[in-house]
């Protein structure tokens, strides 16, 4: 009898465990998210330029931007309408390499991202800075303390006769 109560209690516990998983229909949307005061808490943009040798890609050129620690940059989100300013300064450290040659550290502040418009759909989310200026990221991560942002991109263009091809990766994360 003892066993069958023990089996009992295993299978209720089970039970209510499995009930107690997530429940996708509180998934956050990054519309509804968004809006309140963020900091940037991180940038990483990852370049890399590869030209055509002997009909083979080689990379010729990258530069890996992070965020320095000093930065104090953070942006104010509101709905109806949809804008976002800023205030602070991002401090950035750019390094490098060209030909396979390191470059020294460059470290830069600027301020942060000035103001616009946004527009949210699905995890995508769409800047237009007031200087004409358009920006599409993909959200990676959405809860209501952290946003991650991402974007690849893809450019070639024809520099002195020769393609080059420039592949951007970034992340913004913000935190609140």
């Keep these: 009898m003892s066993r069958f109560f023990t089996s009992l209690i295993i299978g209720l516990a089970l039970i209510m465990f499995s009930a107690c998983g997530d429940d996708d229909s ?8 968004l809006p309140g005061t963020w900091t940037i808490s991180a940038i990483n943009i990852e370049a890399s330029t590869t030209t055509p040798v002997l009909g083979q890609p080689v990379e010729v050129a990258s530069a890996t931007t992070t965020l320095a620690n000093s930065s104090d ?29 390191g470059l020294q550290p460059v470290t830069e502040s600027f301020p942060a991202f000035g103001g616009g418009t946004w527009s949210a759909s699905g995890d995508m989310m769409t800047f237009n800075e007031n200087l004409g200026e358009s920006l599409t990221l993909t959200a990676q991560e959405i ?8 974007s690849q991109e893809t450019e070639t263009e024809m520099v002195g006769g020769v393609e080059e091809t420039t592949t951007t990766n970034s992340e913004i994360r913000f935190t609140r």
Excluded at 143 to 150: D, F, H, M
């Design 26 to 33: 509180d998934t956050l949307s990054l519309a509804d998210t």
């Design 73 to 101: 940059a953070q942006l104010t989100f509101t709905s109806n309408p949809n804008n976002y300013s800023s205030t602070g300064n991002l401090t950035v450290i750019i390094t490098g390499e060209i030909g396979g040659v």
């Design 143 to 150: 809860s209501s303390s952290l946003i991650v942002l991402v």
